[in-house]
């Protein structure tokens, strides 16, 4: 397992683990499609700013302003705030670990003369057909249709079938 991580060519400020960014590299490649990432590699006050931003301490579940999403952090229960997206705990996220990407839903002026898609649903046929070639190079949104979030897509290494291409 590769633990370094690198940054991705093509997505100024993006990194991931080197093994899931090599093979991003070659999902971009297969599908023909460059993804407008909004995000990737997380530090772990990063990921601990954004669970807190979501999370309130206590078990709030049912009440009014609250999801029924409760986590454990830190020996403490936590639920997640209505209109919010759900986070990991800190320290055991995908982003943390530089195995995951999110995906622009909608473009901004920033990317609008770039060649780069957006998925704008589950069934936006960019996404789908970017999914198509990238499941062979160990890309998938099973964590994000879990989560229903189309734009978060995750790399599991040992479903990658092109793993040794490249190295």
Do not use: C
Not at 2 to 9: A, G, M, W, Y
Not at 119 to 143: I, Q, V
């Amino acid at each position: 397992m590769t633990t370094q991580s690198v940054t991705l060519p093509g997505h100024a400020g993006h990194r991931l683990r080197a093994d899931a960014a090599n093979a991003w590299e070659r999902a971009k490649k297969a599908a023909g499609l460059i993804p407008e990432l909004t995000d990737s590699e997380r530090p772990y006050a990063v990921q601990e700013r954004i669970f807190r931003q979501r999370y309130e301490l206590g078990n709030h579940a049912g009440k009014p302003g609250y999801t029924n999403d409760v986590r454990t952090w830190q020996g403490r229960k936590w639920t997640r705030r209505n209109g919010t997206a759900a986070a990991a705990v800190p320290g055991t996220s995908n982003h943390g670990q530089g195995l995951a990407v999110d995906v622009a839903t909608k473009r901004t002026a920033a990317t609008r003369a770039r060649p780069h898609v957006v998925f704008s649903s589950f069934n936006d046929p960019d996404r789908l057909a970017f999914l198509k070639a990238a499941r062979p190079h160990g890309w998938d949104d099973t964590e994000g249709r879990a989560v229903n979030e189309h734009w978060h897509l995750t790399y599991y290494p040992a479903k990658d079938k092109h793993a040794k291409v490249g190295k």
